[in-house]
């Protein structure tokens, strides 16, 4: 962008009393853009690797097999019921470091996994776990007689889930699975807790050395406030086109 454009957009703002003069030090606005990229990323990965995760935990849950059922139930509750932070904290903090340790031990080399992987670990779990209560209710709501048209035809126990039930109960909890994912996008903020350069983090290092707190968070406000919308809007899109007729009319 044009930098007079750009001290006149900065200028216009000062009037109203918003100090945007970051945006003119070429360092700290490619830091900045660099950290809505990152957002991005954050997001787009937590997206695939939560809804993977709940339709595991799904398939766990509802395979009527105790030795499945029960751990995933048990992993369901706690990760529900405490704090995505704390379990952020306790993943890098604690378990990233028992594995470093373990590989200087073997001498197998540095650890692979970054802050940025262990934010993509620890908030596509957390989330995962409420895709998966979303996903258990709508393979529950699957009509009894229709489970018995598949098994009729032969299928399997797998094919029953993969071809009947997972279709039907994505399409049942949709609604649920967007207003999940609504949230897991700005659940993305906590990887500034473990200095992972988003959005959020780079603002916190712009706003330490400048005096425009305000100004950065509306920025934060509006970045968020554009890719939920984004998710919304997408998820609205699909209830459209994956609506069964006599259903939610």
Not at 141 to 148: D, K, M, N, Q, R
Not at 177 to 182: A, R
Request: glycine share 6%; proline share 3%; with cysteine.
């Amino acid at each position: 962008m044009n930098d007079s454009l750009l001290a006149q957009g900065v200028q216009a703002l000062k009037v109203l009393g918003l100090n945007y003069a970051f945006v003119l030090d070429v360092s700290e606005r490619q830091a900045f853009v660099r950290g809505m990229f990152v957002t991005v990323q954050l997001a787009l990965l937590t997206i695939a690797g939560s809804l993977a995760a709940g339709v595991a935990l799904a398939a766990a849950l509802t395979s009527g097999r105790a030795w499945l059922a029960r751990p995933a139930r048990a992993f369901v509750e706690v990760t529900r019921n405490t704090p995505t932070l704390v379990q952020l904290y306790c993943a890098f903090l604690v378990l990233n470091m028992l594995i470093t340790q373990q590989l200087r031990d073997w001498g197998a080399g540095n650890n692979p996994l970054t802050p940025f992987v262990w934010v993509v670990i620890v908030v596509s779990l957390h989330k995962g776990v409420f895709h998966a209560e979303a996903l258990r209710a709508g393979i529950e709501a699957v009509p009894a007689t229709t489970l018995e048209a598949a098994r009729s035809l032969g299928f399997s126990q797998r094919q029953l889930l993969v071809r009947v039930q997972l279709p039907l109960a994505v399409r049942f909890a949709l609604p649920s699975l967007t207003n999940n994912l609504v949230d897991l996008v700005k659940m993305t903020a906590v990887a500034s807790a473990i200095a992972v350069g988003d959005v959020t983090y780079e603002s916190i290092m712009i706003w330490s050395q400048r005096d425009n707190v305000l100004e950065l968070l509306l920025l934060i406000l509006l970045w968020f406030g554009l890719l939920t919308w984004l998710v919304s809007l997408a998820g609205r899109w699909l209830e459209q086109h994956l609506r069964m007729p006599g259903y939610g009319q």
